[in-house]
């Protein structure tokens, strides 16, 4: 595990450093690192740099790379902890409909509602609609009886295309000066990242990472049993609540600054549990470092396929996401 979270660091920083290093103005390498230690310790380089390079790397890319690894190590995290209390392989917070849920709450505020208390006014309307949704998948599965892993997830998908179309309309029924932003930002994207923004998904991500890692034990017990971890003292029904809950934070808070993007929560646990095993001491920290990584070259490819245009990075993680879950239904079967 020491050699796995090292060379997943290692993997971070140089990833990192190329996605804040490509794009339509190329910044060489020393000059990326150069800017960052000067802005963190000023005089500590030499500036052989222009301002508007510096302002590329300072004000655009960096903090754009910094949102990219947030999300990306959340929604991660977040369909770790899914997959442990739902005992579900295939659950994911854009499969079981959270993030359309996130995604209604943005769309409302941005549209409909405006600001009412300011900056916060996205996120915590983004978090009442993924907590919502995830509420309603519940009270689906279990009026359908659909107790199964397949079946669950079936649930969030009906519920997911029912939010979306709910979505569809507020935008229908808005200014239409303003629903082409909307509708890009639906795909999905980092280009709005801002300093002055960070400071909400990273405390939100470090409050919810450090409860989930705090509560790794009860999530192994979970992926044993209800019966199990019943007898291990786990309130299971309030647990595996408390886990969605958590759940519905990381992921709408996230969706309010990068729009939807799916199939992370999916693929990175599956791979992770391959190298690390299927404790959740391992998995959680394990999910969060690969999720970043997987993220930033996810941005890294939306950034070049098309430039200089911006490819929304949703459509990218789809592409990857969808050709995963063939390859990971395939394996389910042949097992």
Known sequence: MFAFLVGGVILLVISLSLAISVGAVPVPLGTVWGVILNKLSPGIIEETWSRSREAIVWEIRFPRALLAMMVGAGLAMVGASLQAVTRNP???????????????????????????????????????????????????????????????????VAVSF????????????????ATHIVVFWMLGGLGLAQWSQLIYPLFILALCAGWLMWKAQDLNAMTVGDETASTLGIPVSRFRMSVFVVG???????????????????????????????????????????????????????????????????????LAGGVFFVWLLGRKRGS
Do not use: Q
Not at 125 to 140: C, D, K, R, S
Not at 170 to 176: G, K, N, R, S
């Open 90 to 156: 295939l659950a994911d917070p854009h499969l079981l409909g959270i993030s359309s849920g996130g995604a209604f709450g943005a769309i409302l505020a941005l549209l409909h509602t405006g600001l009412f208390i300011g900056l916060l006014t996205v996120p915590l309307l983004a978090f009442v609609g993924a907590l919502g949704a995830t509420f309603i998948v519940l009270g689906v599965s279990r009026f359908a009886d659909a107790t199964s892993a397949d079946r669950l997830v079936l649930a969030g």
């Open 162 to 177: 029912i939010i979306m179309a709910c979505a569809n309309v507020l935008i229908f029924l808005a200014d239409p000066k």
């Open 248 to 318: 519905a934070l990381i992921t709408g808070v996230m969706v309010a600054f990068s729009g939807i993007i799916g199939f992370v929560g999916l693929m990175v646990p599956h791979v992770v549990r391959m190298v690390v095993g299927g404790d959740y001491a391992r998995v959680l920290p394990g999910s969060a470092l690969i999720g970043a990584v997987f993220l930033l070259w996810a941005d890294i490819t939306a950034r070049t396929v098309m430039a200089p245009e911006d490819m929304p990075i949703g459509i990218v993680t789809g």
